[in-house]
């Protein structure tokens, strides 16, 4: 059993911060990719930022330079810092791993953390 515990999400003021953090626990063998995804009412579920095993990161235009995706691999944590905040950024954000266990390899989604951008 893999589970996907999210935390850190709030209302906050525009321009303001917050961090997101992801933790994944159970019978994991393998962690091949973390990224959290967002998805705003009316809207389709969205990516956000990804991080892959080796370090590597890629991050949606509309957060670029302003979210900062990292990882602890021992920790099997994602975080997300998110900068600047903008009321657009409003939504219900979700962690998604993609990782192996004994009997295969899947992907998983977090029960999701609301951030409100408002003033």
């Known amino acids: 059993q893999v589970q996907l515990v999210e935390s850190g999400g709030g209302l906050v003021q525009p321009g303001g911060s917050l961090r997101l953090s992801c933790a994944a626990s159970?019978?994991?063998?393998?962690?091949?990719?973390m990224g959290w995804y967002r998805q705003a009412p009316g809207k389709q579920r969205e990516l956000v930022a990804g991080?892959?095993?080796?370090?590597?990161?890629n991050y949606a235009d509309s957060v670029k330079g302003r979210f900062t995706i990292s990882a602890d691999n021992a920790k099997r944590t994602v975080y997300l810092q998110m900068n600047s905040l903008k009321p657009e950024d409003t939504a219900v954000y979700y962690c998604?791993?993609?990782?192996?266990?004994?009997?295969?390899?899947?992907?998983?989604w977090g029960q999701g953390t609301q951030v409100t951008v408002s003033s």
């Open positions: 998604n791993a993609d990782l192996s266990t004994i009997s295969r390899r899947s992907e998983y």
């Open positions: 159970g019978s994991i063998l393998r962690v091949y990719a």
């Open positions: 991080i892959i095993n080796a370090g590597l990161t």
